[in-house]
C-alpha cells in the first residue's frame, strides 16, 4: 500500500503528462493550420483551373 501511494505521489509532482496535454494541443492546432492552408491553396487552384478551362471553350 505504501508503494502505491508513493506512485501516486510521484506521478502527481512529475511534469510528464501536462507536457504531453501542452504537446497534443500544439500538434491540434498545427493540423488546423495545415488543413486550412490546404483548403486555401485548392479553393485558388481550383479557380484557376475553371479560368483556363474557360478561355478553352
Known amino acids: 500500500m505504501k508503494n502505491l501511494a508513493t506512485a501516486v505521489k510521484n506521478f502527481m509532482v512529475?511534469?510528464?503528462g501536462p507536457t504531453a496535454v501542452?504537446?497534443?494541443?500544439m500538434l491540434a492546432l498545427i493540423v488546423v493550420v495545415?488543413?486550412?492552408a490546404i483548403?486555401?491553396?485548392?479553393?485558388?487552384a481550383n479557380k484557376h483551373f475553371e479560368t483556363v478551362r474557360d478561355s478553352l471553350s
Open 14 to 16: 512529475s511534469e510528464d
Open 34 to 36: 495545415c488543413l486550412t
Open 39 to 44: 483548403q486555401a491553396i485548392g479553393t485558388n
Open 22 to 25: 501542452e504537446y497534443a494541443v
